[in-house]
């Protein structure tokens, strides 16, 4: 097991929490299924610690690789890691990326790119994820929220109004039907 402070000789700055890192990914395919093996992932666990994404804690009772894919499943270490799995899937849904809690070349390209944002601004939060992609909502089968998100352009319906939604649909269906009607009689 590896503490954050040792990962390579990574992180600079005085003792305590690091100012910088150096992060070079490796973005070697990984395989799929069965065959998926993305080697070492020490510099993936020293980002998501320096991103805050694995805590300290975590990463120094995190049981590191074998270095085989079988050796790495069967202890639950490496990539397969419950901690580091958890932290490469919270790392995933915020940046917009599938979330399935596996390190590949997507996921390490969008580590390296959020390492050299934090490196470049010390302090600054990171930019959001991309236009269009909302985070998860957890979801609680059976219940509605208190305070439903609302997107951005769309207004909720107010309390006691009904929602007219159908009446536009049916009306745009209407109109295209009528204009197409009208194109095949002058044709």
Known sequence: MM????????????????TTLLYVPDLAPVGSKAAYFPRDVEQDAAALVFLGFLSDAADANR???????????ANEGGAWDPAFRSAVTRFQSSKGLTADSWIGPQTRGALATAVAFKNANPGILPPPPPPGVLPPVPVKPGAVPANPAVLPGVRPVAAGEEDQTMLYVGLGVGALLLAGVAWYALK
């Open 3 to 18: 503490s954050y402070g040792s990962h390579f000789g990574q992180t600079f700055g005085s003792m305590g929490a690091p």
């Open 63 to 73: 049981q590191v690789s074998d270095g085989s894919q079988g050796a790495d499943m």
